[in-house]
């Protein structure tokens, strides 16, 4: 190989190497014009989102900037003292009537505020009334069942029993009815009733005995859970709705009726039409439900379709 030759092939060596470095710088150019667009993109969201205020989307005026709260309407300084402004009807909390208040007790000034001389107990035709509420000492009653054990002649022994109407288990009626209002319409955990009754009343209850005194609330409130259904049912107009959800990995459905004068709710394992009409057991009426085919054993002309649906 000549000298030309070998200087040809070190020529060609290096412009291929030299391709080589611009097609890399090529691609990472384009991963920085990517990147840069992406960031450009990025910080056009920042500034709208720091642009965003009360004015111009859903965030409460609370959060607003100062800047933005200068620039309200009526924001500027009006020249009028804060508060109530003259003419304005004042709220003021109302005392409570005579035949609520437990206790009553006379202050007197026991001397003069100018000369300090002893001042007469001269009761004022028109007092400063003050009402001070409170709750009293709040002590749980145990009542304890001795029930004997007493022999007949005959040799038999019987044994008492507590008197008729007694609570079966641990908890009175007013504690059942304290944590059945909890636990239902408060929604506080069982673990937060328990708190609540050892804290404010004494009383230390396992979950066992909560889950227990639903039981009994339960079946006491059932007559009239059932009256309050056969009432629904007879009404002219009745909304039937459900939504459904899963507890502890099985699917629960909660049914509910309203009418003018009462609304009832109930737990079912589905929302099928079989499980329903146990529920719905009288076709009485205009019965207001959405598309579910499950209401179809409800004449259609005896039928409103929610308008929302």
Request: a positive charge.
């Amino acid at each position: 190989m000549t000298s030309t030759d070998a200087r040809i092939d070190r020529l060609e060596r290096q412009v291929e190497a030299l391709l080589g470095k611009v097609e890399e710088q090529a691609a990472t150019i384009a991963a920085q014009a990517a990147t840069i667009k992406a960031q450009a993109a990025e910080i056009t969201e920042l500034k709208r989102r720091l642009g965003e205020d009360s004015s111009n989307s859903n965030k409460p005026p609370s959060t607003d900037p100062p800047a933005a709260r200068a620039e309200r309407p009526g924001a500027a300084p009006s020249g009028k003292r804060r508060g109530g402004q003259p003419g304005h009807k004042g709220h003021r909390r109302e005392l409570l009537p005579l035949s609520q208040v437990t206790a009553r007790e006379d202050c007197f000034p026991p001397r003069c505020r100018a000369c300090d001389a002893p001042l007469p107990k001269t009761r004022d035709a028109e007092p400063l009334v003050r009402q001070v509420i409170d709750v009293p000492e709040i002590k749980p009653t145990v009542t304890q069942y001795d029930c004997h054990h007493v022999q007949c002649t005959c040799g038999v022994t019987t044994c008492g029993s507590p008197p008729p109407g007694t609570p079966p288990g641990l908890l009175g009626p007013r504690v059942l009815a304290l944590c059945g209002l909890l636990v239902a319409d408060c929604t506080v955990s069982r673990r937060k009733v328990r708190e609540l009754l050892h804290h404010l009343l004494g009383i230390r209850v396992s979950l066992g005995a909560l889950s227990e005194s639903e039981e009994i609330t339960n079946d006491a409130v059932a007559p009239a859970v059932d009256e309050a259904r056969l009432h629904a049912l007879g009404e002219r107009v009745k909304h039937v709705d459900a939504t459904t959800w899963s507890c502890a990995g099985a699917y629960r459905c909660l049914w509910t009726m309203a009418t003018a004068a009462v609304t009832v709710f109930f737990i079912a394992s589905d929302g099928t039409r079989a499980t329903l009409q146990t529920w719905i057991s009288k076709v009485r009426g205009v019965l207001v439900t959405d598309r579910g085919t499950q209401f179809g054993f409800w004449a259609m002309e005896r039928r409103q379709i929610c308008w929302a649906h």
